[in-house]
């Protein structure tokens, strides 16, 4: 472990790959890069410190940059501990940036870090699955007034959120970056349709092609990862506790039937609910030989991988692969459970997660304009910035759109005109 006065990071030899993978990353990122153009000259975080626990990859350093370039002070640890790569945290250390991450942390090494954004003080909060502001308010509640809001990038993070104000319990505004139609499109449906299937190819080499996969929850991510495996040749298997979702997936084309049914007869099961214990025990026991499980929803408590320990025996077979043995049948489990698109391969593409993150400069933006402004609860950005996101997506990919004419905007606002 290399530590300096301010990082923590797996290996600063590794800084120069890192500076190459932002590199690429900035060159794809095209609408954050314009966002960053204007922070530089507008300077809309000026004396603004930001503290941020996102995965530590190469998109997240060029968000860091942009906040940077627009006048704000970061420090930055991971929200997973699998999924920092560490030569993106070397090369940020070496820029000078405060940086807290390496992959593979403990979970003492985990909190010790979130402390670390904590004792830096920060005015606004980014986090990725709400573990920063819940250390904030479970251990930290001094900290509070000097916080101006902070932001939330995925859907679990959103429903804990939701959850604190329910109860009374959150103290600062909190926007809920995910809940932009951008984000939604671009990270959860096309992001984690492909980088998911990408995980469980480099941890297994497994063909798609004529599988059973069953993937579980049908929301944003689960429409896009059921999408990807069917255009790649497998026969797609929807579960689901929402009588809409599952109508949807049924009117989709895909077989929809419960868990305990679906076990007995898939070859690849990816859960994608944000809920807890999705497959357990009892489906494991019901699976066939040879079957793969992957997880993409945000916490590695969607397959009962503790209660699977206690029964089976287990061993490593490749990176990001380990296999359990359970009444001589082999099941084979990518990741440790844990978000496979992060653990096994490299997160989104850096397309997605301009998007996603124009949505966390924006709302950080949003929340120094509207300091003092904002109550404690969770806020979705006005329709206006999420547009002007979509618009710099398009200018980012050279595509053009019509304006409405005056005519046709006066005949959408008007009501006499019929028949
Ligand atoms: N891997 C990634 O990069 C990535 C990206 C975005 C979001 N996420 C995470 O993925 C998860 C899902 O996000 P989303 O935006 O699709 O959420 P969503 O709320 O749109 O969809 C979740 C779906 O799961 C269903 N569900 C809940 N419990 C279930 C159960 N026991 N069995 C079957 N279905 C069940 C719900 O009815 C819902 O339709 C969240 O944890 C989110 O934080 C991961």
Same mark, same amino acid.
């Given at each position: 472990?290399?530590?300096?006065?301010?990082?923590?990071?797996?290996?600063?030899?590794?800084?120069?790959?890192?500076?190459?993978?932002?590199?690429?990353?900035?060159?794809?990122?095209?609408?954050?890069?314009?966002?960053?153009?204007?922070?530089?000259?507008?300077?809309?975080?000026?004396?603004?410190?930001? &503290?941020?626990?996102?995965?530590?990859?190469?998109?997240?350093?060029?968000?860091?940059? *942009?906040?940077?370039?627009?006048?704000?002070?970061?420090?930055?640890?991971?929200?997973?501990?699998?999924?920092?790569?560490?030569?993106?945290?070397?090369?940020?250390?070496?820029?000078?940036?405060?940086? !807290?991450?390496?992959?593979?942390?403990?979970?003492?090494?985990?909190?010790?870090?979130?402390?670390?954004?904590?004792?830096?003080?920060?005015?606004?909060?980014?986090?990725?699955?709400?573990?920063?502001?819940?250390?904030?308010?479970?251990?930290?509640?001094?900290?509070? #007034?000097?916080?101006? %809001?902070?932001?939330?990038?995925?859907?679990?993070?959103? @429903?804990?959120?939701?959850?604190?104000?329910?109860?009374?319990?959150?103290?600062?505004?909190?926007?809920?970056?995910?809940?932009?139609?951008?984000?939604?499109?671009?990270?959860?449906?096309?992001?984690?349709?492909?980088? *998911?299937?990408?995980?469980?190819?480099?941890?297994?080499?497994?063909?798609?092609? %004529? #599988?059973?996969?069953?993937?579980?929850?049908?929301?944003?991510?689960?429409?896009?990862?059921?999408?990807?495996?069917?255009?790649?040749?497998?026969?797609?298997?929807?579960?689901?506790?929402?009588?809409?979702?599952?109508?949807?997936?049924?009117?989709?084309?895909?077989? @929809?039937?419960?868990?305990?049914?679906?076990?007995?007869?898939?070859?690849?099961?990816? *859960?994608?609910?944000?809920?807890?214990?999705?497959?357990?025990?009892?489906? $494991?026991?019901?699976?066939?030989?040879?079957?793969?499980?992957?997880?993409? &929803?945000?916490?590695?408590?969607?397959?009962?991988?503790?209660?699977?320990?206690?029964?089976? #025996?287990?061993?490593?077979?490749?990176?990001?692969?380990?296999?359990?043995?359970?009444?001589?049948?082999? $099941?084979?489990?990518? &990741?440790?459970?844990?978000?496979?698109?992060?653990?096994?391969?490299?997160?989104?593409?850096?397309?997605?997660?301009? *998007?996603?993150?124009?949505?966390?400069? $924006?709302?950080?933006?949003?929340?120094?304009?509207?300091? %003092?402004?904002?109550?404690?609860?969770?806020?979705?950005?006005?329709?206006?910035?999420?547009?002007?996101?979509?618009?710099?997506?398009?200018?980012?990919?050279?595509?053009?759109?019509?304006?409405?004419?005056?005519?046709?905007?006066?005949?959408?606002?008007? !009501?006499?005109?019929?028949?």
């Amino acid at each position: 472990m290399d530590k300096g006065t301010h990082y923590e990071v797996k290996d600063m030899k590794l800084a120069q790959q890192g500076m190459l993978n932002l590199e690429i990353a900035e060159s794809r990122m095209g609408a954050l890069m314009k966002i960053k153009q204007r922070f530089a000259k507008e300077k809309p975080l000026k004396g603004i410190k930001v &503290g941020m626990a996102l995965h530590v990859t190469k998109e997240t350093g060029i968000l860091v940059r *942009t906040l940077i370039a627009g006048g704000a002070e970061v420090a930055i640890t991971g929200c997973n501990p699998l999924s920092t790569q560490d030569d993106v945290a070397a090369a940020l250390a070496k820029e000078g940036i405060k940086v !807290w991450a390496y992959k593979g942390e403990t979970k003492e090494d985990y909190y010790r870090y979130l402390k670390n954004i904590i004792a830096f003080r920060p005015h606004i909060t980014i986090d990725d699955g709400c573990d920063l502001v819940s250390e904030i308010h479970k251990n930290h509640p001094e900290l509070i #007034k000097s916080i101006i %809001g902070g932001c939330e990038e995925t859907t679990t993070g959103v @429903v804990r959120l939701q959850a604190m104000h329910k109860d009374g319990a959150l103290k600062y505004p909190m926007i809920a970056v995910n809940n932009n139609k951008t984000k939604h499109l671009l990270d959860n449906y096309y992001g984690t349709g492909q980088s *998911t299937l990408d995980g469980i190819l480099r941890a297994t080499n497994i063909l798609f092609a %004529g #599988k059973n996969v069953v993937v579980c929850g049908y929301g944003s991510c689960g429409k896009g990862v059921a999408q990807k495996a069917r255009g790649m040749g497998s026969h797609v298997i929807v579960t689901e506790v929402n009588a809409f979702a599952g109508l949807q997936a049924a009117m989709d084309g895909f077989s @929809v039937m419960p868990i305990a049914q679906a076990s007995k007869v898939g070859d690849v099961f990816i *859960t994608v609910t944000g809920n807890k214990n999705v497959i357990d025990i009892v489906h $494991l026991k019901n699976m066939k030989d040879g079957a793969v499980l992957a997880n993409s &929803g945000h916490f590695d408590a969607e397959i009962n991988l503790a209660a699977l320990k206690k029964v089976a #025996k287990s061993r490593q077979v490749r990176p990001s692969l380990e296999e359990y043995t359970l009444n001589g049948k082999k $099941l084979y489990v990518c &990741g440790e459970g844990r978000l496979v698109n992060l653990a096994a391969a490299e997160g989104h593409p850096s397309e997605v997660m301009s *998007t996603s993150f124009c949505g966390q400069a $924006l709302a950080c933006e949003f929340v120094v304009k509207n300091k %003092g402004k904002l109550q404690p609860e969770v806020i979705e950005l006005p329709a206006h910035i999420d547009d002007a996101i979509a618009k710099l997506q398009l200018d980012a990919m050279d595509i053009r759109i019509d304006d409405l004419t005056a005519e046709q905007k006066k005949y959408m606002e008007s !009501w006499e005109e019929g028949t």
